[in-house]
Structure formats: structure tokens, C-alpha cells
């Protein structure tokens, strides 16, 4: 490769997301056991927002490059690395962004067990933006609630990467959905998107208007907030709520006898602690999940890669979907 420099956003700083700057730094070399990506699609998501302002656990001291999500070709291997020049991966594992360069650069390099080939049936752009999503809901509704065929999952923040990515995977695994959002503006989307139901998150009888649609058997929860009490009156008898998000706040006056007299389990899900290994399984599980139907994620929007600035203001207003770069470099 004949260039030495490539471009990323990187903050060296805890504070504002305005501290996430391009810069040129040198292109990384990989190790034995790793590969060298040029990436082509990298997803923002809310968390690395989060990590920016310094109250994301577990996250390394900047400074490095945000972005969990990516997807590019191999372009140089490591000589213990299986992969072949050429192929196109996904990145499902948490180190990147978190603890090491993340995918908002034009090149990341990666141990061969933090990546994964990239399904023939999605596109760069869909691997770049349905993988931490996908392996979010995979963990809530797979490994935490054990969703059954015929069960309905509540989606809160049904707009979002998590809403979509859940309704795919929930009609995959054979459940039933209900919407949650706020307002009435997104409904007819979302039902034309194939959410079963859709019950606007801010109405003060929204508990009356789940339970109207036979209740929740589990609910996917990004929300939080006040609104937690209220997930907890719409579950059914033995409902599980995992816990994604809340960006609805983190304070909640809930009732612990609903919790014990409906037998609820409360899980919090953390898709950044599957272990390297467990995102492996866990993908290959999921993908066999989605495939025959073709599963995939909505895309809102995708901006050029010196727009992530703007990526991340877009995502702040509510999405369609998910919010991607791209493509990245020449
Ligand atoms: N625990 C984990 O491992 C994990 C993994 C991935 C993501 N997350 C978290 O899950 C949350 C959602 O992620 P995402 O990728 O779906 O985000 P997103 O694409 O930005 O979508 C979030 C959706 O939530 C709703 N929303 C936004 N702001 C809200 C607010 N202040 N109050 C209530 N609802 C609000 C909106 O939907 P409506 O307009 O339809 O209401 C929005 O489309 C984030 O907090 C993220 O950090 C956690």
C-alpha cells in the first residue's frame, strides 16, 4: 500500500461530542493474528455518544477513535490470521471504540476472533448498521428472555436501530409486536413495517392500550425513565423486561409487588460483555436465524464520512433506522 496516513475521528478528551475530530494518523499495522480492514461503512450509535462524555463503563482513557460498528475488505493478513485478502467482514466484538481504534476511521486492524464474514444476503451498508443492533436484540431476546413462537415482545423506541432490528428478529423467531412511540408521526410507518401494533409511548392510558393487544409477554426496553413503572404493569404473569437503554431518564418509582405476584425477571443486557468467542456464537446463531427470511436493517440515513458531526445530530432527532457513514475513503 503505497499511502502511509489515513484519516479518523478521534477525541482525546472526556466531554462534549464536539471533542470527536478528524485527524491523520498512521495506518495501522496488523499482528499475527490479525487483519488489516479497509472499511467502507461504519454505524454510529448512541453509545458512543455516551463514551465521548465519559459515563459509558468499561471504557478505555482516549485517545482513540469512536465506532463499533463497521464494515470493509480485508486488505492485508496477519500469518497466523484464517482470513483471505478480499474477504468482507463485520465487526461484532466490543473492544473497537471501546478499548482499542474504533470503525470510524478509513482502516482498523482486528484479531480474526472480532470479526465475522459478511452474510451474502446483507449489503456493506447493512453489515455496517444491523450487526450490534442484531446482537443487542439477539442477547435480550434469545439468551435473557427465551422468546417462544406466539409470544408478543413490547418495542420501545420502535423507530430506532433496536425497534427495527427487533421487529425483524421477533417475526423471525416467530412472536408478536407492539410498537412503542412517541407521538402518533411514525405510526403509519411502522406498521407498514410490520409491527403488529403500534401505542404511542406518551399516552397516559398506554398500560390499558398494551394490555388491550393482550399484553407484554417481554418487552425490549430502551426508554427507561418514568416509563420503567409502567413496563412493569404491562407485562404479562412470568413477562421478562430487558433492560437496552434509557434514554428516558434513570430515576423510576416501580412496585415490587407486581414484580413478585406476576413472577417477572428484570435483565440488563450489555451487548459490549459478550465475550469475543460469544459474539461469534452469538452471530452464527442469529444469522440462521434471519435468513430465511432474508433478515436485515432499516436504514435512516447515510452520511458521507466527513459528516459524522452531523451523523450523530441526525440520530439525536429520532431515526428511521439506522444512521451510517459512508462510503469511507477513495
Ligand atoms: N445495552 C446494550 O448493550 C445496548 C446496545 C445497543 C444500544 N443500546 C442503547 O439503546 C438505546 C437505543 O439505541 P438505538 O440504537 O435504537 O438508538 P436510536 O437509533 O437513536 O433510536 C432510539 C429511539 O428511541 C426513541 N427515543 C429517542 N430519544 C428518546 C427519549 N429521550 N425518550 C424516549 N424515547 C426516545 C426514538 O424512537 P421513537 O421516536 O419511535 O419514540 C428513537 O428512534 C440507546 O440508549 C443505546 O445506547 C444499548
Given at each position: 500500500m503505497s499511502k502511509s496516513k489515513m484519516k479518523s475521528w478521534r477525541f482525546h478528551e472526556f466531554g462534549s461530542i464536539s471533542n470527536l475530530q478528524m485527524e491523520e494518523i498512521e495506518i495501522p499495522v496488523p499482528g499475527d493474528d490479525e487483519v488489516l480492514i479497509k472499511l467502507e461503512y461504519a454505524g454510529v450509535n448512541p453509545a458512543d455518544k455516551f463514551l465521548i462524555m465519559g459515563i459509558y463503563q468499561g471504557a478505555s482513557e482516549p485517545p482513540y477513535a469512536v465506532g463499533r460498528d463497521g464494515c470493509g475488505t480485508i486488505i492485508e493478513v496477519g500469518a497466523k490470521s484464517k482470513y483471505s485478502l478480499g474477504d468482507k467482514v463485520i465487526t461484532p466484538s466490543a473492544?473497537?471504540?471501546?478499548n482499542r481504534e474504533g470503525t470510524l476511521a478509513e482502516y482498523i486492524t482486528l484479531p480474526d476472533n472480532q470479526i465475522y464474514l459478511l452474510p451474502d444476503w446483507w449489503t456493506p451498508e447493512e453489515g455496517a448498521a444491523g450487526t450490534k443492533v442484531f446482537l443487542t436484540c439477539w442477547q435480550g431476546l434469545h439468551d435473557a428472555a427465551h422468546l417462544q413462537p406466539g409470544e408478543t415482545v413490547v418495542i420501545t423506541g420502535a423507530s430506532g436501530g433496536i425497534g427495527l432490528a427487533a421487529q425483524t428478529l421477533v417475526k423471525a423467531m416467530g412472536g408478536k409486536t407492539i410498537a412503542l412511540t412517541r407521538g402518533t408521526d411514525k405510526r403509519d410507518q411502522l406498521l407498514k413495517l410490520g409491527f403488529d401494533h403500534v401505542c404511542d409511548t406518551?399516552?397516559?392510558d398506554i398500560v390499558e392500550n398494551v394490555k388491550a393487544f393482550g399484553?407484554?409477554?417481554v418487552i425490549l426496553d430502551v426508554v427507561g425513565g418514568k416509563f420503567f413503572a409502567k413496563a412493569i404493569e404491562m407485562a404479562n404473569p412470568y413477562g421478562r423486561i430487558c433492560v437496552v437503554g434509557a434514554l428516558g431518564g434513570v430515576k423510576s418509582e416501580v412496585d415490587p409487588v407486581q414484580i413478585i405476584f406476576k413472577r417477572l425477571q428484570i435483565y440488563g443486557l450489555q451487548?459490549?460483555?459478550?465475550?469475543a468467542e460469544e459474539s461469534q456464537r452469538a452471530l452464527q446463531e442469529l444469522l440462521e436465524v434471519l435468513e430465511p427470511s432474508k433478515g436485515k436493517i432499516m436504514i435512516d440515513k447515510v452520511f458521507p464520512f466527513d459528516q459524522v458531526q452531523e451523523a450523530f445530530e441526525h440520530m439525536r432527532h429520532g431515526p428511521m433506522g439506522k444512521v451510517i457513514v459512508g462510503p469511507i475513503g477513495e
Open positions: 473492544p473497537a471504540g471501546i406518551n399516552d397516559p399484553g407484554a409477554d451487548v459490549s460483555l459478550y465475550e
